[in-house]
């Protein structure tokens, strides 16, 4: 269930858009020891004329500013309660070096917004996670997977 959403400026090359979503789901499965088939990452290019900087279009600024000058980089983490603080920090921090490294960004524009769900107030195929969860661990008890 855990999934990050990067909202990025449109201009960043395929293969590095493709390289962040290997480096974050890497960092997410190693950080919360999460199986892979349980991450999503997903990434959100914005058109430069609907990304205001200051009320600017950003396709405007960036006639005379880098990309790393006027992109923000806006990440929104959903993590079901019961993650450690720890985890999250941690996920904070590996998420930002990945943009830096391989976006160019400037890491104090960068922004990680990481948030608890509510196992009871998050679906997973149409039933509370709380439900859903519970389901499979007592399949797991009981030897049925």
């Given at each position: ?14 293969e ?45 600024l ?5 990309m ?73 008890r009981?030897?049925?997977?």
């Amino acid at each position: 269930m855990p999934l990050a959403h990067l909202n990025l400026l449109r201009g960043h090359s395929r293969e590095q858009l493709r390289e962040v979503v290997q480096q974050v789901s890497s960092a997410m499965a190693r950080v919360l020891d999460a199986p892979a088939d349980r991450l999503e990452v997903w990434i959100t290019e914005v058109d430069p004329d609907l990304w205001g900087v200051s009320g600017v279009p950003a396709s405007e600024l960036l006639r005379t500013q880098p990309m790393s000058a006027v992109e923000m980089p806006f990440v929104q983490l959903a993590l079901l309660q019961g993650r450690p603080l720890a985890q999250h920090h941690a996920l904070i921090g590996e998420i930002t070096e990945i943009l830096v490294r391989v976006l160019g960004s400037q890491r104090d524009r960068i922004r990680v917004h990481s948030s608890d769900a509510d196992p009871d107030k998050w679906g997973i195929g149409g039933q509370p996670a709380s439900v859903r969860r519970a389901a499979e661990i007592a399949a797991r008890r009981a030897g049925g997977g």
